[in-house]
Protein backbone atom coordinates (compact mmCIF):
# COMPACT_ATOMS: atom_id res chain seq x y z
CA UNK A 1 0.00 0.00 0.00
CA UNK A 2 2.90 2.75 1.04
CA UNK A 3 4.30 1.48 -2.02
CA UNK A 4 1.44 2.34 -4.57
CA UNK A 5 1.57 5.79 -2.54
CA UNK A 6 4.92 6.19 -3.61
CA UNK A 7 4.78 5.36 -6.94
CA UNK A 8 2.04 8.08 -7.24
CA UNK A 9 4.38 10.60 -5.42
CA UNK A 10 7.26 9.98 -8.06
CA UNK A 11 4.88 10.38 -10.75
CA UNK A 12 3.76 13.89 -9.28
CA UNK A 13 7.59 14.96 -8.68
CA UNK A 14 8.17 14.03 -11.95
CA UNK A 15 6.36 16.74 -13.55
CA UNK A 16 6.39 20.55 -13.98
CA UNK A 17 3.89 22.55 -11.06
CA UNK A 18 1.22 24.40 -13.23
CA UNK A 19 -1.80 24.55 -11.43
CA UNK A 20 -4.38 23.17 -13.89
CA UNK A 21 -1.88 20.43 -14.19
CA UNK A 22 -0.57 19.98 -10.21
CA UNK A 23 -4.69 19.15 -9.60
CA UNK A 24 -4.60 16.44 -12.63
CA UNK A 25 -1.62 14.82 -10.91
CA UNK A 26 -3.68 15.26 -7.38
CA UNK A 27 -6.22 13.31 -8.80
CA UNK A 28 -4.40 10.55 -10.04
CA UNK A 29 -2.53 10.29 -6.26
CA UNK A 30 -6.05 10.04 -4.95
CA UNK A 31 -6.83 6.79 -7.15
CA UNK A 32 -3.75 5.65 -4.91
CA UNK A 33 -4.61 1.56 -2.86
CA UNK A 34 -6.07 2.89 0.41
CA UNK A 35 -7.31 6.42 -0.94
CA UNK A 36 -8.57 5.45 -3.90
CA UNK A 37 -12.50 4.63 -2.15
CA UNK A 38 -11.95 7.53 0.10
CA UNK A 39 -13.42 11.37 0.17
CA UNK A 40 -10.53 13.69 0.00
CA UNK A 41 -10.67 17.86 -0.37
CA UNK A 42 -7.62 19.41 -0.69
CA UNK A 43 -7.24 23.88 -1.00
CA UNK A 44 -4.04 25.39 -1.64
CA UNK A 45 -3.83 28.65 -1.63
CA UNK A 46 -1.55 32.06 -2.25
CA UNK A 47 -1.64 33.74 0.98
CA UNK A 48 -1.33 37.05 -0.01
CA UNK A 49 -3.28 37.13 -3.11
CA UNK A 50 -5.96 34.47 -2.80
CA UNK A 51 -4.44 32.53 -5.91
CA UNK A 52 -5.58 28.84 -6.30
CA UNK A 53 -2.66 27.01 -6.54
CA UNK A 54 -4.01 24.04 -6.56
CA UNK A 55 -7.13 22.09 -5.35
CA UNK A 56 -9.43 18.96 -5.16
CA UNK A 57 -13.33 18.70 -4.31
CA UNK A 58 -12.25 21.84 -2.25
CA UNK A 59 -16.20 22.12 -1.25
CA UNK A 60 -16.67 18.70 -0.36
CA UNK A 61 -18.54 18.22 3.02
CA UNK A 62 -16.10 16.39 5.28
CA UNK A 63 -15.43 15.64 9.07
CA UNK A 64 -12.46 17.98 9.97
CA UNK A 65 -11.14 16.27 13.34
CA UNK A 66 -8.98 18.62 15.00
CA UNK A 67 -7.90 20.92 13.00
CA UNK A 68 -11.66 22.78 13.63
CA UNK A 69 -9.83 24.30 16.37
CA UNK A 70 -8.36 26.92 14.31
CA UNK A 71 -11.89 28.58 14.27
CA UNK A 72 -12.38 29.15 17.90
CA UNK A 73 -8.45 29.95 18.56
CA UNK A 74 -8.69 32.40 15.51
CA UNK A 75 -11.87 34.13 16.71
CA UNK A 76 -10.71 34.05 20.24
CA UNK A 77 -7.51 36.15 19.31
CA UNK A 78 -10.08 38.50 17.05
CA UNK A 79 -12.82 38.96 19.26
CA UNK A 80 -11.11 38.75 22.99
CA UNK A 81 -7.54 39.82 21.86
CA UNK A 82 -3.96 38.14 22.43
CA UNK A 83 -3.62 39.73 25.79
CA UNK A 84 -6.93 39.41 27.34
CA UNK A 85 -6.50 37.68 30.94
CA UNK A 86 -9.45 35.84 32.38
CA UNK A 87 -10.74 36.28 36.15
CA UNK A 88 -11.50 33.50 38.86
CA UNK A 89 -12.90 35.36 41.78
CA UNK A 90 -13.06 34.38 45.60
CA UNK A 91 -16.25 35.97 47.32
CA UNK A 92 -18.28 35.17 50.68
CA UNK A 93 -21.45 35.69 51.74
CA UNK A 94 -22.67 36.48 55.37
CA UNK A 95 -21.69 37.96 58.31
CA UNK A 96 -18.07 37.50 60.22
CA UNK A 97 -18.44 37.78 63.65
CA UNK A 98 -15.61 37.10 66.40
CA UNK A 99 -13.49 35.39 63.82
CA UNK A 100 -16.72 33.15 62.62
CA UNK A 101 -18.22 33.37 59.11
CA UNK A 102 -21.92 32.89 59.23
CA UNK A 103 -22.24 31.98 55.59
CA UNK A 104 -20.46 30.19 52.67
CA UNK A 105 -17.23 31.02 50.31
CA UNK A 106 -17.21 30.88 46.74
CA UNK A 107 -15.09 30.33 44.15
CA UNK A 108 -16.41 31.56 41.40
CA UNK A 109 -15.59 30.19 37.89
CA UNK A 110 -15.09 32.74 34.83
CA UNK A 111 -13.85 29.61 32.35
CA UNK A 112 -10.22 30.41 33.12
CA UNK A 113 -8.65 27.15 31.16
CA UNK A 114 -5.30 27.90 33.01
CA UNK A 115 -6.61 28.12 36.54
CA UNK A 116 -3.77 25.51 38.29
CA UNK A 117 -2.44 23.93 35.10
CA UNK A 118 0.71 22.41 34.52
CA UNK A 119 0.39 23.32 30.76
CA UNK A 120 -0.44 27.27 30.12
CA UNK A 121 3.08 29.04 30.30
CA UNK A 122 2.73 31.49 33.75
CA UNK A 123 -0.21 30.15 35.06
CA UNK A 124 0.30 29.31 38.76
CA UNK A 125 0.37 25.94 40.51
CA UNK A 126 -3.11 25.46 42.55
CA UNK A 127 -1.25 25.36 45.64
CA UNK A 128 0.28 29.08 45.75
CA UNK A 129 -2.92 29.97 44.24
CA UNK A 130 -5.01 28.79 47.48
CA UNK A 131 -2.03 29.92 49.44
CA UNK A 132 -3.57 33.77 48.13
CA UNK A 133 -6.75 32.98 48.44
CA UNK A 134 -6.19 31.34 52.10
CA UNK A 135 -4.47 34.39 52.97
CA UNK A 136 -7.07 37.09 52.08
CA UNK A 137 -9.64 34.73 53.83
CA UNK A 138 -7.18 35.04 57.21
CA UNK A 139 -7.40 38.65 56.27
CA UNK A 140 -10.86 39.09 55.98
CA UNK A 141 -11.07 37.93 59.80
CA UNK A 142 -11.90 34.37 58.95
CA UNK A 143 -10.99 31.86 61.37
CA UNK A 144 -14.04 29.49 61.41
CA UNK A 145 -16.76 28.68 58.55
CA UNK A 146 -19.85 28.29 59.68
CA UNK A 147 -20.87 26.92 56.44
CA UNK A 148 -18.71 25.65 53.43
CA UNK A 149 -17.00 26.46 50.53
CA UNK A 150 -18.93 25.99 47.24
CA UNK A 151 -17.35 26.05 43.41
CA UNK A 152 -19.21 28.06 41.42
CA UNK A 153 -19.42 26.93 37.57
CA UNK A 154 -22.54 29.24 36.53
CA UNK A 155 -20.92 31.72 34.11
CA UNK A 156 -20.98 28.46 31.57
CA UNK A 157 -23.37 26.27 30.30
CA UNK A 158 -21.00 22.89 31.80
CA UNK A 159 -21.62 19.93 29.34
CA UNK A 160 -20.00 17.79 26.54
CA UNK A 161 -21.65 17.62 23.41
CA UNK A 162 -24.08 14.88 22.99
CA UNK A 163 -22.46 13.95 19.87
CA UNK A 164 -19.23 12.76 21.71
CA UNK A 165 -18.64 8.83 21.69
CA UNK A 166 -19.04 7.02 25.38
CA UNK A 167 -16.07 5.39 24.69
CA UNK A 168 -14.90 8.74 25.12
CA UNK A 169 -16.39 10.09 27.83
CA UNK A 170 -14.35 9.96 31.08
CA UNK A 171 -11.12 10.57 29.72
CA UNK A 172 -9.08 13.71 29.48
CA UNK A 173 -9.36 14.18 26.50
CA UNK A 174 -13.34 14.11 26.69
CA UNK A 175 -12.71 16.26 29.78
CA UNK A 176 -16.23 18.77 31.11
CA UNK A 177 -15.87 22.28 30.07
CA UNK A 178 -16.64 23.68 33.23
CA UNK A 179 -16.20 27.38 34.19
CA UNK A 180 -14.44 26.49 37.09
CA UNK A 181 -11.50 23.99 35.33
CA UNK A 182 -8.77 23.66 37.78
CA UNK A 183 -5.66 20.92 37.07
CA UNK A 184 -6.16 21.25 33.31
CA UNK A 185 -9.71 19.12 34.07
CA UNK A 186 -7.84 15.69 34.37
CA UNK A 187 -6.27 13.71 36.83
CA UNK A 188 -3.73 10.47 36.48
CA UNK A 189 -4.36 7.16 37.48
CA UNK A 190 -2.03 4.69 38.29
CA UNK A 191 -1.78 0.88 37.68
CA UNK A 192 1.09 -1.67 38.15
CA UNK A 193 1.76 -3.89 35.02
CA UNK A 194 1.11 -7.26 35.60
CA UNK A 195 4.78 -9.94 34.89
CA UNK A 196 2.72 -11.60 32.19
CA UNK A 197 1.18 -10.38 29.18
CA UNK A 198 -2.72 -10.68 29.21
CA UNK A 199 -2.92 -10.23 33.44
CA UNK A 200 -4.40 -7.70 35.18
CA UNK A 201 -3.17 -4.35 35.61
CA UNK A 202 -3.53 -3.21 39.19
CA UNK A 203 -4.72 0.70 40.24
CA UNK A 204 -2.47 2.25 41.89
CA UNK A 205 -3.77 5.55 43.10
CA UNK A 206 -4.43 8.95 41.31
CA UNK A 207 -2.99 11.99 41.28
CA UNK A 208 -4.44 15.00 42.93
CA UNK A 209 -6.89 12.56 45.08
CA UNK A 210 -10.14 12.76 44.39
CA UNK A 211 -12.45 11.51 47.38
CA UNK A 212 -15.02 8.99 46.77
CA UNK A 213 -13.82 7.86 43.18
CA UNK A 214 -13.68 4.29 43.04
CA UNK A 215 -12.91 1.95 39.98
CA UNK A 216 -14.06 -1.25 38.74
CA UNK A 217 -11.07 -2.92 37.04
CA UNK A 218 -10.95 -4.59 33.99
CA UNK A 219 -7.54 -3.41 32.34
CA UNK A 220 -4.93 -5.79 31.19
CA UNK A 221 -1.24 -5.65 30.80
CA UNK A 222 -0.45 -5.32 26.97
CA UNK A 223 3.10 -6.28 25.09
CA UNK A 224 5.62 -4.00 25.78
CA UNK A 225 6.23 -0.60 24.28
CA UNK A 226 1.96 -1.08 23.33
CA UNK A 227 1.83 2.43 24.95
CA UNK A 228 -1.43 3.80 26.27
CA UNK A 229 -4.61 1.27 25.04
CA UNK A 230 -6.62 1.82 28.17
CA UNK A 231 -9.93 3.70 28.84
CA UNK A 232 -12.01 4.97 31.38
CA UNK A 233 -15.87 4.90 31.09
CA UNK A 234 -17.70 7.40 33.43
CA UNK A 235 -20.57 9.74 32.75
CA UNK A 236 -19.81 13.34 34.45
CA UNK A 237 -20.66 13.55 38.03
CA UNK A 238 -20.06 9.99 38.32
CA UNK A 239 -17.72 8.69 41.18
CA UNK A 240 -18.20 4.71 40.09
CA UNK A 241 -15.72 4.20 36.99
CA UNK A 242 -15.24 1.39 35.09
CA UNK A 243 -11.52 0.80 33.67
CA UNK A 244 -10.89 -1.72 30.08
CA UNK A 245 -8.40 -1.90 27.85
CA UNK A 246 -4.15 -2.38 28.66
CA UNK A 247 -1.80 -0.57 29.47
CA UNK A 248 2.29 -1.51 28.63
CA UNK A 249 3.99 -4.67 30.47
CA UNK A 250 7.31 -2.34 30.73
CA UNK A 251 8.22 -0.25 33.88
CA UNK A 252 7.09 -0.70 37.31
CA UNK A 253 4.08 1.91 37.09
CA UNK A 254 2.13 3.38 34.06
CA UNK A 255 0.32 6.02 33.99
CA UNK A 256 -3.57 6.86 31.81
CA UNK A 257 -5.49 10.70 32.04
CA UNK A 258 -9.03 10.97 33.27
CA UNK A 259 -11.14 13.63 33.41
CA UNK A 260 -12.38 14.96 36.79
CA UNK A 261 -15.90 13.75 37.36
CA UNK A 262 -16.99 17.48 38.41
CA UNK A 263 -14.33 19.74 38.14
CA UNK A 264 -16.53 22.48 39.99
CA UNK A 265 -17.00 20.28 43.33
CA UNK A 266 -13.62 18.71 43.20
CA UNK A 267 -12.32 22.60 43.17
CA UNK A 268 -14.36 23.45 46.46
CA UNK A 269 -13.25 20.42 47.87
CA UNK A 270 -9.54 20.99 47.44
CA UNK A 271 -10.03 24.34 48.43
CA UNK A 272 -11.84 23.15 51.52
CA UNK A 273 -9.31 20.74 52.37
CA UNK A 274 -6.76 23.39 51.94
CA UNK A 275 -8.04 26.06 54.34
CA UNK A 276 -8.54 23.14 56.75
CA UNK A 277 -4.44 22.88 56.72
CA UNK A 278 -4.22 26.35 57.10
CA UNK A 279 -6.09 26.66 60.10
CA UNK A 280 -9.55 27.44 58.73
CA UNK A 281 -11.69 25.09 59.57
CA UNK A 282 -15.78 24.75 57.92
CA UNK A 283 -18.49 23.53 59.42
CA UNK A 284 -20.32 21.96 56.31
CA UNK A 285 -19.01 19.83 53.33
CA UNK A 286 -17.88 21.38 50.28
CA UNK A 287 -20.77 21.47 47.61
CA UNK A 288 -21.36 22.91 43.76
CA UNK A 289 -23.61 26.20 43.77
CA UNK A 290 -23.73 29.17 42.35
CA UNK A 291 -23.05 32.67 44.35
CA UNK A 292 -26.75 34.02 45.05
CA UNK A 293 -27.81 37.06 43.67
CA UNK A 294 -28.09 40.68 45.19
CA UNK A 295 -25.42 42.91 46.88
CA UNK A 296 -24.95 40.85 49.70
CA UNK A 297 -21.86 39.15 48.17
CA UNK A 298 -17.89 40.44 49.46
CA UNK A 299 -15.47 40.05 47.20
CA UNK A 300 -12.17 38.26 48.74
CA UNK A 301 -9.57 38.16 45.87
CA UNK A 302 -9.24 37.36 42.14
CA UNK A 303 -7.04 35.96 40.50
CA UNK A 304 -6.18 36.31 36.81
CA UNK A 305 -5.21 34.13 33.70
CA UNK A 306 -2.12 34.32 31.88
CA UNK A 307 -2.53 35.97 28.60
CA UNK A 308 -5.30 34.35 26.82
CA UNK A 309 -2.53 33.72 23.30
CA UNK A 310 -0.61 31.22 26.12
CA UNK A 311 -4.38 29.48 26.20
CA UNK A 312 -4.37 29.38 22.58
CA UNK A 313 -0.80 27.87 22.28
CA UNK A 314 -1.66 24.85 23.98
CA UNK A 315 -5.04 24.16 22.46
CA UNK A 316 -3.28 24.35 19.01
CA UNK A 317 -0.01 22.75 20.00
CA UNK A 318 -1.68 19.99 22.09
CA UNK A 319 -4.56 20.21 20.40
CA UNK A 320 -5.99 20.15 23.69
CA UNK A 321 -9.91 19.91 23.15
CA UNK A 322 -10.79 20.93 26.90
CA UNK A 323 -9.21 24.62 26.06
CA UNK A 324 -11.16 24.66 22.48
CA UNK A 325 -14.46 24.03 24.27
CA UNK A 326 -13.70 26.82 26.98
CA UNK A 327 -12.94 28.99 24.33
CA UNK A 328 -15.96 28.64 22.72
CA UNK A 329 -17.84 29.22 25.58
CA UNK A 330 -16.20 32.66 26.12
CA UNK A 331 -17.14 33.45 22.97
CA UNK A 332 -20.65 32.62 23.68
CA UNK A 333 -20.62 35.32 26.83
CA UNK A 334 -19.41 37.56 24.10
CA UNK A 335 -23.41 36.90 22.67
CA UNK A 336 -25.05 36.88 26.10
CA UNK A 337 -25.01 33.01 27.14
CA UNK A 338 -22.01 30.88 27.67
CA UNK A 339 -23.44 27.81 25.58
CA UNK A 340 -22.08 25.64 23.23
CA UNK A 341 -24.87 27.20 20.57
CA UNK A 342 -23.97 30.57 21.35
CA UNK A 343 -20.65 30.14 21.24
CA UNK A 344 -20.64 28.12 17.74
CA UNK A 345 -22.70 31.59 16.36
CA UNK A 346 -20.20 33.73 17.57
CA UNK A 347 -17.23 31.46 15.53
CA UNK A 348 -19.77 31.44 12.51
CA UNK A 349 -20.56 35.36 12.95
CA UNK A 350 -16.70 35.67 12.89
CA UNK A 351 -15.71 33.12 9.77
CA UNK A 352 -18.88 35.17 7.46
CA UNK A 353 -16.87 38.14 8.16
CA UNK A 354 -13.96 36.97 6.49
CA UNK A 355 -14.86 35.66 3.78
CA UNK A 356 -15.67 31.85 4.92
CA UNK A 357 -18.90 30.23 3.22
CA UNK A 358 -20.51 29.00 6.22
CA UNK A 359 -24.03 28.26 4.70
CA UNK A 360 -23.24 24.22 5.29
CA UNK A 361 -21.25 24.83 8.05
CA UNK A 362 -22.45 22.05 10.35
CA UNK A 363 -20.42 22.67 13.78
CA UNK A 364 -21.01 20.63 16.62
CA UNK A 365 -18.54 21.49 18.84
CA UNK A 366 -15.21 23.23 19.06
CA UNK A 367 -12.31 20.91 19.19
CA UNK A 368 -13.40 18.44 16.38
CA UNK A 369 -14.27 15.25 18.44
CA UNK A 370 -17.37 14.69 17.15
CA UNK A 371 -17.85 12.43 14.17
CA UNK A 372 -20.61 15.05 12.82
CA UNK A 373 -19.03 17.90 12.22
CA UNK A 374 -19.10 19.51 8.47
CA UNK A 375 -16.71 21.38 7.01
CA UNK A 376 -15.19 22.04 3.66
CA UNK A 377 -11.37 22.30 2.83
CA UNK A 378 -11.64 25.46 1.22
CA UNK A 379 -13.52 27.09 4.66
CA UNK A 380 -10.06 26.51 6.52
CA UNK A 381 -8.14 27.83 3.30
CA UNK A 382 -10.17 31.12 3.26
CA UNK A 383 -9.86 31.64 6.74
CA UNK A 384 -6.02 31.17 6.99
CA UNK A 385 -6.08 33.37 4.17
CA UNK A 386 -7.71 36.44 6.43
CA UNK A 387 -6.36 35.80 9.98
CA UNK A 388 -2.18 36.14 7.45
CA UNK A 389 -3.69 39.63 7.54
CA UNK A 390 -4.44 40.48 10.66
CA UNK A 391 -2.81 41.63 13.54
CA UNK A 392 -2.82 38.81 16.01
CA UNK A 393 -1.34 36.81 12.89
CA UNK A 394 1.93 36.12 14.82
CA UNK A 395 0.10 35.05 17.60
CA UNK A 396 -1.69 32.45 15.94
CA UNK A 397 1.14 31.28 13.41
CA UNK A 398 3.24 30.44 17.20
CA UNK A 399 0.73 28.73 18.04
CA UNK A 400 0.46 26.14 15.25
CA UNK A 401 2.95 23.14 15.26
CA UNK A 402 6.72 23.31 13.24
CA UNK A 403 8.37 19.76 12.24
CA UNK A 404 10.17 18.77 15.81
CA UNK A 405 8.10 21.04 17.79
CA UNK A 406 9.21 20.13 21.18
CA UNK A 407 5.57 21.70 22.64
CA UNK A 408 3.29 19.68 20.14
CA UNK A 409 2.23 15.97 21.14
CA UNK A 410 1.02 13.21 18.64
CA UNK A 411 1.66 11.73 15.02
CA UNK A 412 2.10 15.70 13.39
CA UNK A 413 5.03 16.73 15.60
CA UNK A 414 7.85 14.73 13.16
CA UNK A 415 6.26 15.45 9.64
CA UNK A 416 8.71 17.37 7.84
CA UNK A 417 11.55 16.61 9.92
CA UNK A 418 15.00 16.87 8.44
CA UNK A 419 13.68 18.68 5.59
CA UNK A 420 12.99 22.17 4.22
CA UNK A 421 9.70 21.95 6.03
CA UNK A 422 11.64 22.06 9.51
CA UNK A 423 12.08 26.49 9.35
CA UNK A 424 9.03 26.94 6.66
CA UNK A 425 6.22 24.76 7.89
CA UNK A 426 3.31 25.57 10.43
CA UNK A 427 0.37 23.20 11.01
CA UNK A 428 -2.64 22.11 12.96
CA UNK A 429 -3.47 18.40 12.36
CA UNK A 430 -6.37 16.13 13.30
CA UNK A 431 -7.27 12.40 13.41
CA UNK A 432 -10.38 10.02 13.81
CA UNK A 433 -10.80 7.10 12.54
CA UNK A 434 -10.56 6.88 9.19
CA UNK A 435 -9.94 10.56 9.39
CA UNK A 436 -6.98 12.42 8.82
CA UNK A 437 -6.24 16.40 8.27
CA UNK A 438 -3.84 18.99 8.25
CA UNK A 439 -4.08 23.14 7.77
CA UNK A 440 -1.50 25.95 8.23
CA UNK A 441 1.21 28.21 6.40
CA UNK A 442 4.06 27.06 4.06
CA UNK A 443 6.86 29.59 3.23
CA UNK A 444 8.32 28.14 -0.29
CA UNK A 445 11.29 28.39 -1.96
CA UNK A 446 10.56 31.13 -3.44
CA UNK A 447 9.44 33.64 -0.41
CA UNK A 448 5.83 32.63 -0.99
CA UNK A 449 3.17 31.94 1.47
CA UNK A 450 0.67 29.60 0.79
CA UNK A 451 -2.11 28.37 3.06
CA UNK A 452 -2.95 24.70 2.76
CA UNK A 453 -5.84 22.70 3.93
CA UNK A 454 -6.06 18.46 3.07
CA UNK A 455 -8.91 16.44 5.00
CA UNK A 456 -9.45 12.79 4.35
CA UNK A 457 -11.81 10.40 5.18
CA UNK A 458 -12.84 6.60 5.32
CA UNK A 459 -9.18 6.32 4.24
CA UNK A 460 -7.65 2.49 4.43
CA UNK A 461 -3.78 3.37 4.05
CA UNK A 462 -1.56 3.44 7.26
CA UNK A 463 -2.00 6.82 9.45
CA UNK A 464 1.95 6.78 9.14
CA UNK A 465 1.31 6.07 4.85
CA UNK A 466 -0.94 9.58 5.35
CA UNK A 467 1.49 11.72 7.16
CA UNK A 468 4.27 10.81 4.40
CA UNK A 469 1.85 11.38 1.65
CA UNK A 470 1.27 14.94 2.87
CA UNK A 471 4.87 15.55 4.02
CA UNK A 472 6.11 14.94 0.01
CA UNK A 473 3.11 16.73 -0.85
CA UNK A 474 3.97 19.59 1.39
CA UNK A 475 7.78 19.08 -0.04
CA UNK A 476 6.60 19.31 -3.78
CA UNK A 477 4.63 22.66 -2.79
CA UNK A 478 7.77 24.05 -0.91
CA UNK A 479 9.89 23.64 -4.09
CA UNK A 480 7.38 24.32 -7.00
CA UNK A 481 6.08 27.77 -5.77
Request: proline fraction near 6%.
Amino acid sequence: MKTCLTAALLILFARSLHAGQFDKEIKEMASASGIKNSAWGLSVKDAATGKTVAELAPRMNLVPASILKVFVTAAALDRLGPERRLTTRLYYDGKISNGFLNGNIYIKGGGDPSLGSQLVKGALPLDDIFKAWAEAVKAAGINVLNGAVAGDESAFESVQPGSWSWEDIGNYYAAQPSALTVNDGLYKLYFKPADKEGGEAAVLRTEPYIDGLKFENHMKTGPAGSGDNGYIFAFPGQYQAVLRGSIPRNGAEFAIKGALPDPAFFAAQSFSYYLAKAGVNSNKKPFKGALPPGPGAVLLTETASPPLKNVVRVTNKRSFNLFAELLLRQLGLGRGAGTPDSGNAAVKAYLAENGVETSELDLEDACGLSPRNKVKAENFTDLLKAVYKKKYYPEFYESLVYPGDPDATGHVRNLGKGTPLEKNLRLKSGSLNGVRSYTGYLKTKKGRTLVFTSIINNYSAPGASMDKLHEDLLLRLYHGN
